[in-house]
């Protein structure tokens, strides 16, 4: 069975830091991308990052440049997602999300076809 499991979310104040987690099993073998969307009540749903297993390559939503950084842990199987000058506005609840695809990652959610259950992250003015 394939699971991806967030955690690492909770209240923050504006300016301070968080780093979520996405652990991955029950995944075969083979290349994948992992990307990190989030989600506003009302806004819909917003692609944040993403990575690519085979190349390495990530991708950042313009909105978070800069600021948040994607990474990945091969022998364990964990996505990060450190989150640094965090503001009101990244609020939200954030998933993660697993495409078996050997190409440079995208933050279209409808390319993924496994996703988590997400962790609130909530940023304080």
């Known amino acids: 069975q394939v699971r991806l499991v967030e955690s690492g979310g909770g209240l923050v104040q504006f300016g301070g830091s968080l780093r979520l987690s996405c652990a991955a099993s029950?995944?075969?073998?083979?290349?994948?991308?992992i990307g990190w969307f989030r989600h506003v009540p009302g806004k819909g749903r917003e692609g944040v990052s993403c990575?690519?297993?085979?190349?390495?390559?990530?991708h950042y939503a313009d909105s978070v440049k800069g600021r948040f950084t994607i990474s990945r842990d091969n022998a364990k199987d964990i996505i990060y997602l450190q989150m640094n000058s965090l503001k009101p506005e990244d609020t939200a609840l954030y998933y993660c999300?697993?495409?078996?695809?050997?190409?440079?990652?995208?933050?279209?959610?409808?390319?993924?076809?496994?996703w988590g259950q997400g962790t609130q992250v909530t940023v304080s003015a």
């Open positions: 999300a697993r495409e078996t695809f050997a190409g440079p990652c995208t933050l279209i959610s409808l390319n993924y076809p496994y």
């Open positions: 990575i690519s297993s085979r190349t390495g390559g990530t």
């Open positions: 029950g995944f075969g073998a083979g290349p994948y991308a």
